[in-house]
């Protein structure tokens, strides 16, 4: 009995405390607030701030502000509750901040009511700000270029003093004042591409073991066999293999596998490698452009704009053998003279010796590379059907060919990887993510927009012409990324660009123009670290004097192609 009883009295208890609990929750509504915060070309706008107010008043929660932040597509949401019937009489709005862009205040108007729910959706523009983060981004940029160009300090260290200047102001003065604050610790992990130090690091194990298999002295004897002493001929063969081979792996990797060559050439000739090499990288730059694998804006452009393989090859295959014409040309101009300075008497006499002292020297190791870099080009290509970055399926090569080559790692990491070049990408990721965040790409790519004034011709050339330029001193990655929805639109709005003629036109500028200073591409970078590390470094205004020429007539070829043809 005493138990029957004691049960009742907790039953009623409880009843009582949920009756108290649904009574209180009744007497409070509940205010849900959502939506997308965007920029002026609709992409999501990530780590915005955002305030509810009630009457011009902050909502708080136990005395403190509530606050919210968006999600990395620009999601947001908000959820606050307000006395019964308050909302009605209430005025609510949002307060949106982050630095480098204007803060907003948004009033909500109706609100969907359900029960005691009010939902309202909102979503919100996110206009820039230029201010001091601005500036300084810009200033430390140029800076950065300038101590390269002048050759003031090594371009490792150069990239690491720029990276660590934004960061520190960010977090010293932009600590107290968020008007510089440019970009956060965890935003330049983010602008650090992985996938390229990956690729590069991965490659560079994968060459430096097959290196000790005499393979690539092998193909120096094989290379000047085929160009039967002639120096011209030679770098002709060199540029013409460089670009056809680029097509189809990653500029980068190309040159990996292709210095080590010209190194033995060199050596065999003695003379400088580099009338060779510069050719060779401006080569690679332009061979990746004919596919949608060959180079990264090209990967970029055919996902959003919907393009295949074929497409590509159709659309800029004929114009990259069209335009290696004026650059074979212009080769001989500025290297003709050194390739006849290069005199071999006894053509037949090298040949044979070289035949004697470049063998192979490890046949079983040489198999297993071979095979090894068979699979990482099969999976390069098969890659986007995998969804798989290249980066993975060059450190499961290397990782691969480490554990059957027994080789020394120490030694392999030590004498083959080249750090300071990898140091360099990632100072210069961290100094082009802070130009991305605060909007200096952003205003060049408004430029497009706002002066293409609806004329297909000028929208091709503007196109054309500030992405070869902007890639030419910017890291083309984020530029394209920052194009495609302006292109997308202007592929829309403008007569005749159903054509897909925009794509082709940011495409070759943005890849072409990677030839115009010695760090405007990936494999110019690369290069320039292996020549440094074989004794031959290659100075930034040096490079100048032939790259910026070089680019500017083949982005000239590309107007008229386009123009034209496409």
Known sequence: ?????????IFL???????TVSAGEVDRDRIIISGHIKDLHGYGVDEAELKVLVNGEVYKVNNEEYLTKSAPEGTYYAEIELEKGMIETSKISLEVAKPTYRTERIELGEFANKGNEYIASKDIIFIRAIGPAFYIATAVLALIYILI????????????LGAAMLLFITYTIGTFDSDYFIISFEKALYYIDFNVIGLLLGMMILVGIMKATGVFQWLAYKSYQAAKGRIWQLAVILVCVTAFTSAFLDNVTTMILLCPVIFEIALTLKTSPLKFLVPMFIASNFGGTATLIGDPPNIMIGSYAGLTFNDFVIALAPFVAISMIPFIAMMYFFWGKEYRGVVVEDVDGLLEKLREEYRITDFKLLKYGLGVLAFVIFLFLIHGVLHMEVSIAALTGAAILLVISRADVSKVLLNEVEWPTLIFFVGLF??????????VIEMIAKIVADQSGGNLTVAILLILWISAI??????????TATMLPIVGYL??????????????ALSIGACYGGNGTLIGASANVVTAGLAERAGYPISFNEYLKVGMPIMLVSVLVASIYILIVL
């Open 491 to 504: 592929s829309q709005v403008i007569p005749g660009a159903e054509s897909m003629v925009l794509w082709w």
């Open 149 to 160: 160009s002048f050759e003031v300090f090594h371009r490792t260290v150069a990239a690491l």
């Open 1 to 9: 009995m005493k138990t029957a009883v004691k049960g009742i009295f």
């Open 430 to 439: 961290v100094i082009v993510g802070a130009t991305v965040e605060t909007g």
């Open 470 to 479: 902007s890639s030419a001193f910017v890291d083309n990655i984020p530029f």
């Open 13 to 19: 208890i409880v009843l009582f405390l949920a009756t």
